[in-house]
């Protein structure tokens, strides 16, 4: 009985603020673009991305975060191993 209130709670969790952006008002599109005066290099190719085509920009940027979070933890692994710590898949015994 305790798990299926745990379960209505957290939908309750999860539902309120889709509730709360759907009482809100429309609001106007959002024209918000970055001045490339002064930019160069990986900067301005990001920037112009974000004024050109904001799904192109919102795929790179999610890729590139995965690859630095593997990248990240190959890293942490060989660290990890130089102290001799043991870092492998857990097995699961079921």
Not at 11 to 29: M, V
Not at 58 to 73: D, H, P, R, Y
């Amino acid at each position: 009985m305790n798990r299926i209130w745990v379960v209505i709670f957290n939908c309750f969790l999860l539902g309120l603020p889709t509730l709360a952006w759907a009482a809100a008002e429309k609001a106007e599109a959002l024209e918000q673009k970055v001045d490339l005066t002064k930019l160069s290099g990986i900067n301005y190719f990001f920037a112009s991305w974000y004024n050109d085509n904001l799904w192109v920009y919102a795929t790179i940027v999610t890729v590139l975060m995965g690859v630095l979070g593997f990248g990240i933890a190959l890293v942490t692994d060989v660290f990890l191993k130089m102290a001799g710590m043991e870092v492998h898949k857990i097995e699961h015994h079921e």
